[in-house]
Each structure stands twice: as structure tokens, then as C-alpha cells.
């Protein structure tokens, strides 16, 4: 069993920055494909953005590349999301995901995703 804890959420004023943690059990970490995602009120869960088992591939969709980026320490079980400049509209519960089956591709789908964390608020104000 994998268990996901997110950390890092709070409040910050749009154009600032926030730092997530997911810490992972386990000692089958460097095997995973490790994900983002974000679920704001009233909608859908959303990819925000994975990276291989290895850390040598990422991938963001277009609403934050260039201001998020994943990452990871296989030696601390963790995958970071560092967010920068961040809007009103990044305002969601931050999950981490961990995915299990991937193979050269980095999946963007909720059902393809194995295990999740609880999530972290972010909240943006403006």
C-alpha cells in the first residue's frame, strides 16, 4: 500500500509563490510516475503536471507552464510542485497521485492514477 501526504497549501496574494511537498511511502518510490492535480469548487479535477520515475522528463498542460514546475528526490520519497506567480484562478485543493503502470508516457488522466494523497488547499487572493 502507498500512502501520498501533501504539504505546503496556504494563502498567498496573486503573484506570489507557494512550494508543495508530497512525501510517499514506501521503498518502490523511484519506480512511480508521480502527478499533480487540482480540484477548484464546482469543477473537475484537473492534471497540473507528472514526471518519470527517473526526473528526466516532465510535462504541464499550457494554464501553468512556464510558472509550475515538478520535481522529485527518490532519496526522500518526495515530489515537489514549485508555483510561481500564481493567479486567482490556480486557487484548488492541490493532489498529489502516484501512478504505478506508466511506461514511456507521462499519463494525464485521473483514472490513471493509482494512489492519492488527501490534498492541500492553495488559495490565491487578489
Known amino acids: 500500500q502507498v500512502q501520498l501526504v501533501e504539504s505546503g497549501g496556504g494563502l498567498v496574494q496573486a503573484g506570489g509563490s507557494l512550494r508543495l511537498s508530497c512525501a510517499a511511502s514506501?521503498?518502490?518510490?523511484?519506480?512511480?510516475?508521480m502527478g499533480w492535480f487540482r480540484q477548484a469548487p464546482g469543477k473537475e479535477r484537473e492534471f497540473v503536471a507528472a514526471?518519470?520515475?527517473?526526473?528526466?522528463?516532465?510535462y504541464s498542460p499550457d494554464s501553468v507552464k512556464g510558472r509550475f514546475t515538478i520535481s522529485r528526490d527518490n532519496a526522500k520519497n518526495t515530489v515537489y510542485l514549485q508555483m510561481n506567480s500564481l493567479k486567482p484562478e490556480d486557487t484548488a485543493v492541490y493532489y498529489c497521485a502516484a501512478d504505478l503502470s506508466s511506461g514511456p508516457r507521462l499519463r494525464i488522466g485521473v483514472r490513471d492514477y493509482d494512489y492519492w494523497g488527501q490534498g492541500t488547499q492553495v488559495t490565491v487572493s487578489s
Open positions: 514526471i518519470s520515475w527517473n526526473g528526466g522528463r516532465t
Open positions: 514506501g521503498r518502490t518510490f523511484s519506480s512511480y510516475v
